[in-house]
Structure formats: C-alpha cells, structure tokens
C-alpha cells in the first residue's frame, strides 16, 4: 500500500510539473483532477487562483464541474464562489501561494492512504471522488487520525509507546463498534463494504 501511495506521489509530481504557474504549485491530491480539465479551464482556474489564492482550490474545482460551460473566464468563476464565506483580501500583497494551508499541514501520503482506504470501501468510488472527499471538511478529522497515526508509529521504539498506543486502539474500536450497533446505517454500510464483516 506504501508502495503504491509513493509511486502516486511521484506520478503526480511529475505531472504537476507541467502545469503553468501557480497550478504547479498546487497539493498533490488535486493533480489528477486539475490534469482532468482541458487547457482553456485550466488557464481559467490558474488565473482565478492568483487572485484569491491557493487555499480556494477545492471550491474553485467544484464550481468549475458544478457549473460547466458557464464559466467563460477567471471573472465568471471568482464570482461563482461563495465570497462571503471565503473573503479576498484585495489588499493582501502575499502571493507565496502558501500551499500547505490548503493541505493542512497533512502529507500527501496520508491523503492518498485515506483515499485509498475510501476506494477499498467502495470499489465503485471514482478516483477524483475519493480525493474530493479526503479534502472536504467532514473528512479533515479522519484524514488528520491517519497522518497522526502513521507519524506515530514511526516514533513508536519504546515498550511505553506500544502499549499505550495497542490500548488506545483497542479501545477506540469498542467505541466504533458500539456507535456502529446503535445506527442500522452504518451496519448496512459495513456490510455493503465488506460482506465478511459481521456485528458484535
């Protein structure tokens, strides 16, 4: 699975590379999508980028899909967003493009591990889906428990940490389990997206 995510990565770098300015620049997880939309959409979405900033990359990607031909030029998109709820600082002289904003400080790998986990789940899930979901809000937390989880069990050399950590998610399953049993949605869902998987 590691192997998988790193070549990913290093697809999408590549690939990224080849994007003009500042979509080269963007997190690894919107590359296959940005890479999805023709040159004339991309110019669009590089030039609405440099005015209102790296960080609106996901609502400018959703707006561009949502609203198809109607976006004519980088005006039509900026007015698309949903301005009051993602303000442009007209006066803000920053253009460093701070790309780790939008990522919130998560590594790529954390974010194509937890799509891949999504695409696991559900096997019918488109790949541009998976990565949409990773960078929405709901899934922030979850994403932030694997990047947590992965750094640590790198660091994870002492008999302390071991323990501690097998206790933690030992635990946490019992609390998952028992959210699961008390919501028949979530027992459809676990049954749908692994058949051997039976309640407790």
Not at 2 to 29: D, G, H, M
Not at 107 to 133: F, R, V
Request: hydrophobic share 40%.
């Amino acid at each position: 699975m590691k192997e998988v995510a790193e070549n990913k990565a290093r697809r999408r770098r590549s690939v990224r590379e080849s994007f003009l300015a500042p979509l080269n620049q963007i997190a690894l997880r919107h590359v296959d999508t940005v890479q999805s939309l023709d040159m004339n959409r991309r110019e669009i979405l590089a030039r609405a980028l440099a005015q209102v900033g790296m960080v609106h990359i996901t609502t400018c990607l959703a707006v561009i899909k949502g609203y198809g031909d109607s976006i004519k030029n980088d005006n039509d998109l900026i007015a698309r967003l949903n301005l009051a709820k993602y303000p442009i600082d007209a006066n803000s002289t920053d253009n460093s493009l701070d790309v780790s904003s939008d990522a919130q400080g998560v590594e790529e790998i954390d974010t194509d591990y937890l799509a891949s986990l999504l695409i696991k789940c559900y096997p019918d899930m488109p790949q541009a889906t998976a990565d949409a979901l990773v960078g929405s809000d709901v899934m922030a937390p979850s994403l932030h428990v694997v990047s947590t989880t992965r750094l640590a069990l790198v660091d994870a050399k002492s008999d302390f940490v071991i323990t501690a950590l097998y206790t933690l998610f030992e635990e946490k399953l019992d609390e998952i389990e028992q959210i699961v049993a008390d919501n028949p949605a979530f027992v459809k869902a676990l049954q749908l997206s692994r058949p051997d998987w039976k309640p407790n």
